[in-house]
C-alpha cells in the first residue's frame, strides 16, 4: 500500500475545519482559550453544576485542541514533504497507520513510548 498524500492532505483539512467548528461551537477560540463570556445560563442557584459543566467543557475543548494540534503537526509534515515519516526516529511510520489515522506523527513504537 502507498501514502496517499493528496487524499491525507484532504482529509486531515476536513478534520481541521470539523475541529475548529467544535472548538467555535463550544465558545473557545482556536487557540483553545474560552472565551470570558462562555455562557452558561442565567441561572447561577447550582453554582456546582456550572462548575462541573464548566470542567467538562475544558476537557472536551482540551481534548480537541490536542487533536487540532496533531492535525497541524501532520499538516506541516506535507508541507515539507516528510508526511509518513516519524517524528522521534525518522523511519517511515507505515501507510497502513497512516490510513487508520492520517494525523499520525509518530510510530507504534514511538507512540507507545511517548504514551506509556
Ligand atoms: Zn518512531
Given amino acids: 500500500m502507498t501514502l496517499d498524500v493528496a487524499t ?4 486531515l483539512s476536513n478534520e481541521r475545519e470539523n475541529l475548529v467548528h467544535q472548538l467555535t461551537e463550544l465558545g473557545a ?3 483553545g482559550d474560552l472565551k470570558a463570556d462562555l455562557d452558561f445560563g442565567e441561572s447561577f442557584a447550582d453554582a456546582a453544576a456550572v462548575t462541573a459543566e464548566r470542567t ?3 476537557g472536551v475543548v482540551d481534548s480537541l485542541k490536542h487533536q487540532l494540534e496533531d492535525v497541524d503537526r501532520a499538516l506541516a509534515h506535507i508541507a515539507a514533504g516528510t508526511y509518513g515519516i516519524c517524528d522521534k526516529c525518522r ?3 507505515g501507510a497502513d497507520r497512516m490510513k487508520y489515522r492520517p494525523a499520525s ?3 507504534v513504537d514511538c507512540k507507545s513510548q511517548a504514551n506509556p
Fill in 91 to 93: 523511519q517511515e511510520i
Fill in 105 to 107: 506523527v509518530l510510530c
Fill in 8 to 11: 491525507a492532505k484532504k482529509t
Fill in 29 to 31: 477560540a482556536e487557540s
Fill in 56 to 58: 467538562e467543557v475544558l
